[in-house]
């Protein structure tokens, strides 16, 4: 895997032409004001010649995004003999090819809305593929976390320069690696399911970083994804820390500045690091929207 000068394989990119828009407005003294806002589009995805979901999305790595959405929708087994994933911008369509046919109807047959944003739809057997999951005994340490979260929070990105976006980060160790953005949460952390299924990383060591809620569908997600560690600068939903207490997730939210909060898998979690020496968080300047 190629890294980037600041350390990412893959990072995010606002000054990408077509993420953002000016827009004119006006703030709270009726005085005039350009900012830049984030771009919605559709994305149909295709499982063969079945269609499958349409997406709204920002656009960037629509491969990636459709490969996890399958994968992380238990359409796509980490196995699965992937003939082809096709991209068409002007149809805004992904189709995804594989060998033989998969079994997709009964899934398409039982729907449930939740709490996300964008794609924030899987299916009725949510819970499918938790039973008998081992997640490995990976240790994680204070002093990456507090590492992790000072360089994503100051790394350039869509939420910095516009607001309205959500943030899953691929993490090994104290290093960042994939850091994916998009108009849901759920949408970002599929990019990096997606990247992981295309190009066989392990999920062993690695923890999943997200700006957005620890939900259910979030831990779930990272759980079958094999990550065994899943930390948010948000906080947490009941169902969230039930599920991951139940498949051995080390689940850390709220991290904020020198505090943190771990309501699962504290045994991995290895204090090393006095958090009086951390400095403190400073605030970011720069964002041009609100989120």
């Given amino acids: 895997m190629q ?17 953002t828009r000016p827009v004119t407005g006006t703030d709270q003294t009726g ?38 959405f399958l994968r992380n929708q238990g359409m796509l087994r980490d196995d699965e003999e992937i003939t082809g994933v096709d991209y068409d911008e002007e149809l805004e369509t992904v189709v995804v090819r594989t060998a033989i046919e ?10 449930t809305r939740t709490s996300g944003c ?11 593929g938790l039973e008998g999951l081992v997640l490995p005994q990976t240790e994680v340490k204070a002093s990456w976390l507090y590492a992790l979260a000072h ?3 100051t790394t350039p990105s869509l939420y910095l320069e516009a607001g309205a976006i959500h943030g899953s980060i691929l993490c090994h160790q104290d290093r960042p690696l994939v850091y994916m953005e998009d108009v849901g ?6 990019k990096i399911a997606g990247y992981m299924l295309r190009h066989g990383v392990s999920a062993d060591d690695k923890i999943l970083y997200t700006t957005g809620r620890l939900t259910s569908e979030m831990v779930i997600k990272t759980a079958l994804m ?17 599920i991951a207490r139940q498949v051995g997730l080390t689940c850390i939210g709220r991290m904020r500045g020198k505090r943190f909060v771990c309501l699962s898998g504290d045994d ?6 006095d958090p009086d020496s951390v400095p403190d968080e400073a605030k970011k300047s720069g964002r041009k929207g609100a989120a």
């Fill in 151 to 153: 360089k994503i929070n």
């Fill in 31 to 68: 005085a005039p004001i350009d900012i830049s806002v984030v771009e919605e589009r559709p994305l149909t995805i295709f499982l063969n010649s079945r269609e499958i979901v349409t997406a709204m999305t920002i656009g960037d790595y629509p491969e990636y995004l459709a490969l996890g």
């Fill in 118 to 128: 964008a794609v924030g739809t899987v299916f009725g057997d949510m819970m499918e």
């Fill in 226 to 242: 094999g990550i065994p560690v899943l930390a948010s600068r948000s906080g947490f939903t009941a169902w969230g820390v039930e």
């Fill in 268 to 273: 991995r979690l290895v204090r090393d690091i």
């Fill in 102 to 111: 998969t079994s997709y109807e009964d899934k398409l047959q039982k729907k």
């Fill in 185 to 190: 949460r759920h949408n970002a952390v599929d």
């Fill in 3 to 19: 890294s980037n000068k600041d350390g990412y394989i893959i990072a995010p990119n606002p000054s990408a032409g077509g993420l």
